[in-house]
């Protein structure tokens, strides 16, 4: 059976007129069991086969598709999606009487059969595919965990930004998807997008003899999330500011704008599902100070799974005169406030130099680089030695790298999300 527990790590003291409460709450879950053990499980694969694809990405995808199948758990409903400036049902086929079919080993040697198909050709519209999904995914209403990959290696061309942003839209709480690009042609801003609507990572593959690994590892992730779906639900006290609430850990997404109100004072925010892990969210509210030596309940957070609390934490707050108390920031806010001001210095420098402010960029990657130090993220500096000469990393003295790769920068952008654990 499933457990959960919740952590708070703050200091809880606050200076005379001080009105702003920071804590960093820890949630682990243990005992999740596989997908399918709180209710159905349903997966979609969804295969990029516009002509771009053709030759060597084509050939891996197929690979990593089928890699991927035999990683589905028998009794899971699946699908795969072959997507073009179109979404068509590669497996079950077109012809089919059902959307999704159950995993089997007659059914997996099927799908693996379709995926051997799979030809390139054609355009590239994503919110296409996303669409399919949806449909897809609502033909098996007994599955409440669902979960897609969705592969691409190009821009989104041949539909608008705002028929893509419908469509994920209409997606966001049906199902998660994790995005991932091959090659240098497609755009990380578009891929991140789908992923953070629909609770999921977005990554690089770099090399196409890579993505069959990735795949599995990506499916195999998703197969070992026995807890179709939580949300985190934050009370403030009457009167309070709720300035944000963001998971910071095992990487960054912001869920403030995602709140559905569960009573005037309590709101929820979306989790996806869980597996054995822990999450770490930075939750921020603003309270009325009070005289020193008050004391209050600044928030209440807890894990909610079928509307049943699982786990729950106190963030509080403590009015003193004792500047020793207040001064002391906490170890764990100051690590991921510099995490989070860490991923925004590098889409920004990365942008910056995209439209050629060079200027600006070498201001920004150099303050990423003094971040990535100071909280021991060392695959972000490493990522950032690709794209800048490091000059004094602890004064974020840096200069544009001559010879930095596009495949480089996008290496850089899509792990900038990507947060180190502090040790607590």
């Known amino acids: ?15 005379d007129g001080a009105t702003d409460v920071h804590a960093i709450v820890t949630v682990t879950a243990s005992g999740t069991g596989a997908a399918g053990s709180d209710g159905a499980a349903a997966e979609i694969i969804i295969v990029d086969c516009s002509g771009s694809m053709t030759g ?28 073009s400036e179109r979404a068509d049902r590669a497996f079950p086929y077109p012809n089919a009487s059902v959307s ?23 355009g590239t519209a994503m919110g296409t595919w996303l669409t399919l999904a949806r449909q897809l995914f609502a033909t098996v209403p007994e599955a409440t965990q669902r979960h897609a990959i969705l592969l691409t290696d190009g821009k989104n061309e041949h539909e608008s930004r705002m028929q893509l942003d419908a469509a994920i839209r209409a997606a966001g709480g049906e199902f998660q998807c994790d995005v991932r690009g091959v090659g240098s042609r497609w755009i990380v801003e578009e891929a991140r997008t789908i992923a ?12 196409p003899a890579d993505m069959a690994a990735d795949f599995e590892s990506l499916m195999r992730a998703s197969m070992g999330r026995g807890v ?12 309070a500011q709720l300035l944000f609430v963001r998971q910071v850990a095992p990487n960054l997404e912001d869920l403030s704008a995602r709140r559905t109100a569960v009573n005037p004072l309590t709101g929820a925010y979306p989790t996806g599902a869980w ?30 799974v079928r ?31 510099g995490q989070t001001e860490l991923a925004s210095a590098i889409q920004d420098g990365l942008a910056a130099k995209a439209v050629g402010d060079d200027a600006t960029a070498t201001v920004k990657l150099g303050r990423a680089v003094q971040l990535a130090a100071v909280t021991g993220n060392d695959e972000a500096t490493a990522k950032l030695r690709k794209v800048v000469e490091i000059d004094n990393p602890n004064e974020g003295t840096v200069r544009l790298k001559r010879g930095a790769t596009r495949l480089d920068e996008m290496a850089l952008d899509t792990a900038s999300t990507k947060t180190t654990r502090v040790r607590k």
């Open 1 to 15: 059976m499933a457990e959960f527990s919740a952590s708070v790590f703050q200091n809880e003291f606050l200076s």
């Open 56 to 83: 060597e990405n084509l050939t891996a995808a197929k690979r990593a598709a089928a890699v991927a199948v035999d990683q589905i758990l028998d009794g899971t409903f699946f699908a795969v999606i072959a997507g």
């Open 100 to 122: 999704m079919v159950r995993m089997e080993a007659g059914a997996r040697a099927a799908a693996k059969e379709a995926i051997g198909f799979l030809q390139a050709d054609g």
């Open 196 to 207: 953070s609507a629909l609770l999921g990572t977005v990554g690089l593959i770099a090399n």
């Open 228 to 239: 179709a779906n939580g949300e985190l639900r934050v009370w403030t006290p009457q009167g």
């Open 275 to 304: 597996g054995d892990e822990s999450r770490e969210y930075h939750v921020a509210v603003r309270v009325a100070s009070k005289p020193v030596g008050a004391e209050q309940l600044a928030a209440r957070v807890q894990l909610s």
């Open 307 to 337: 509307d049943q609390v699982v786990a729950s934490a106190l963030v509080k707050a403590r009015w003193t005169d004792d500047s020793a108390l207040t001064a002391r920031i906490d170890p764990a806010v100051a690590h991921y406030t």
